[in-house]
């Protein structure tokens, strides 16, 4: 008993042509691939888009402290304690806390090098706790969001996963358009007995998460191995991205920010840190206290982290990127001078810098508060739902001991304009294109080889 109706069974022949079928079909194996990874991606991005909550709460006894007036503790004091707590430990970072409530964070490097966050009392100097940085919930999350755990090549895999979402999007939308059926444009049909009902559920459910799903994958390509690095030594060497005229009034090494710093901007991490100058002999650095003194004074936002000096060449450095983007800021200051050599905020970046941090921060769900997080996670459900969706439809469908995908179809022959949205994506993303090649070569084997079977 079929799931159509005669007016769709009608309307769904006189509309398979050959361009159809073989749109179909590409869905049909760019989902076969893409969805598991993007169901990986939709849940572990639905988990850090409430970090800060989930901190809040898996982490209450290192971030929060009571508040005791008039008794807090010098900072460089803080960071003494906090080595304390890790026998031959180096720091090499330090938070102040955020609020009157919050804990101290220094990071530390132990004797095996193995990086740690030292949580401290700012009114008592007590360790609160130690939390390697590997070991972080959200510092795992986000390594299985990226598959950063399984090495390059994986992160490579993610990169061609977001590329292929965009497709996938395309690709959707042609098959959804409306062709003169009843229903299934809008409104779901059937039951969930029925495979009409799951193919309306998908066909509608990824209508209305298309612009979603497109705007994530755009977002996302910035952190990826090829496509993001190229992109950002583009718009750095353009100067669309940071201000490179900054660093060329200021002694700079050939080191970039991101091999130095904890934590940077995506438009900073090919940026040179800049040097302290040594003036003279006997020399002495500004204490840590005085460093967090000028920081305060130039007004930064609370919740900055400060990487400190690495070696006599080194500079203080605090950075912040708050829910804001408007408010992202970084300061770097001569460890002896205690001045400013570099004040960068977000209305210094480049055009291009200034659009990849906006929609780098819409998709972390920072700027736009509660309701940009509700509105990503409804997504992310939302994009889990397709792939049950799109499984459960393939299940109802497939033929007893067959994949059941949709067939070669005769006539191959690809509308102009659908070939020039498949190169312009190809130039855009050039490793989907080599992919796309591969894909092509391998379907058109497989189109010889069933034109052989079946002759």
């Given at each position: 008993m ?5 007016t769709?069974?009608?309307v ?5 042509s ?15 691939l893409v969805l598991?990874?993007m169901?990986s991606?939709?849940v572990t991005g639905?988990?850090?888009?409430f970090?800060d909550?989930?901190?809040?709460v898996?982490?209450r006894?290192?971030l ?6 008039d008794?807090?503790?010098s900072?460089?004091?803080?960071v003494a304690?906090?080595?304390t707590?890790v026998?031959e ?8 806390p955020?609020?009157?409530?919050s804990?101290?964070r220094?990071g530390v490097?132990?004797?095996t090098?193995e990086r740690l966050?030292?949580?401290v009392?700012p ?6 706790g130690?939390i390697p940085?590997?070991?972080?919930i959200m ?5 299985i969001?990226?598959?950063a755990?399984f090495?390059k090549v994986?992160n490579?895999v ?8 965009i497709?996938l999007t395309?690709?959707?939308i042609y ?11 809008v ?6 007995k029925?495979r009409l009902?799951?193919r309306d559920t998908h066909?509608v ?6 612009g979603?799903i497109?705007?994530l994958?755009?977002?996302?390509l910035p952190w990826s191995v090829?496509?993001?690095a ?7 060497e353009?100067?669309l991205?940071?201000p490179p ?13 991101a091999?130095?710093m904890e934590t940077?901007?995506?438009s900073?991490?090919?940026a040179p ?9 006997g020399?002495s650095?500004?204490s840590l ?9 130039l007004?930064?936002?609370?919740g900055y982290?400060i990487d400190?000096p690495?070696?006599?060449?080194g500079?203080?450095?605090a950075s912040i990127?708050p829910?804001?983007?408007e ?12 001045q400013p050599i ?12 200034k659009v990849m941090?906006w ?9 736009f508060?509660?309701v ?7 997504a992310c459900?939302?994009i889990v ?10 299940w ?16 191959y022959?690809?509308?102009r ?6 190169l312009?994506?190809?130039l855009?993303?050039p490793?989907?294109?080599a992919?796309l090649i ?5 379907d058109?084997?497989?189109t010889r080889v ?6």
């Open positions: 079929t799931d159509m109706t005669a769709d069974v009608s769904a022949s006189s509309s398979y050959g361009l159809y079928k073989a749109v179909w079909r590409w869905h049909f194996y760019a989902g076969l598991p990874f169901i991606l939709a639905a988990l850090y888009l970090d909550e989930l901190d809040a898996l982490y006894s290192q929060q402290v009571e508040q005791v007036v008794a807090k503790v900072h460089a004091d803080l304690a906090a080595l707590a026998p430990g180096k720091s090499f970072s330090y938070a102040p955020a609020t009157e409530t804990s101290a220094v490097k132990d004797s090098g966050f030292v949580y009392n009114y008592s100097a007590e360790v609160l130690v940085r590997e070991g972080h510092r795992m999350i986000s390594k969001h990226s598959l755990y090495g994986a490579y993610i990169e061609l996963v977001a590329c292929w979402a497709m395309i690709t959707g098959l959804w358009w409306p062709r003169g059926q009843a229903g299934g444009v409104t779901v049909r059937g039951t969930p029925k009902f799951w066909a459910l990824g209508l209305f998460t298309a979603f497109a705007f994958a755009m977002t996302g090829w496509w993001g190229e992109a950002n030594k583009l718009a750095a353009s100067g991205g940071y005229a900054l660093w060329d009034e200021v002694p700079s090494s050939t080191v970039p920010s091999e130095v940077t901007s995506w900073l991490e090919n840190m800049p040097l302290s100058t040594v003036t003279g002999a020399v650095p500004i206290d005085t460093a967090v003194s000028t920081f305060n004074q007004a930064i936002t609370p982290s400190l690495s070696g006599a060449e500079v203080y450095s990127f829910d804001l983007v408010n992202q800021r970084m300061i770097h200051l001569d460890q002896y001078s205690g570099i004040d960068l905020h977000y209305a210094d970046y480049g055009p291009v810098a941090e929609g780098i921060n819409v998709h972390m769900g920072q700027e508060g509660l940009n997080q509700l509105v990503l996670l409804l459900l939302s739902m397709l792939a049950v969706s799109g499984a459960v439809m393939w109802k469908r497939r033929p007893a001991g067959g994949l059941g995908a949709p067939r070669i179809p005769a006539d022959r690809i509308a304009g659908v070939l020039l949205i498949a312009a994506l190809c855009i993303f490793l989907m294109g992919s591969v894909a092509l070569i391998i058109f084997v497989i069933s034109g052989r079977k079946a002759a």
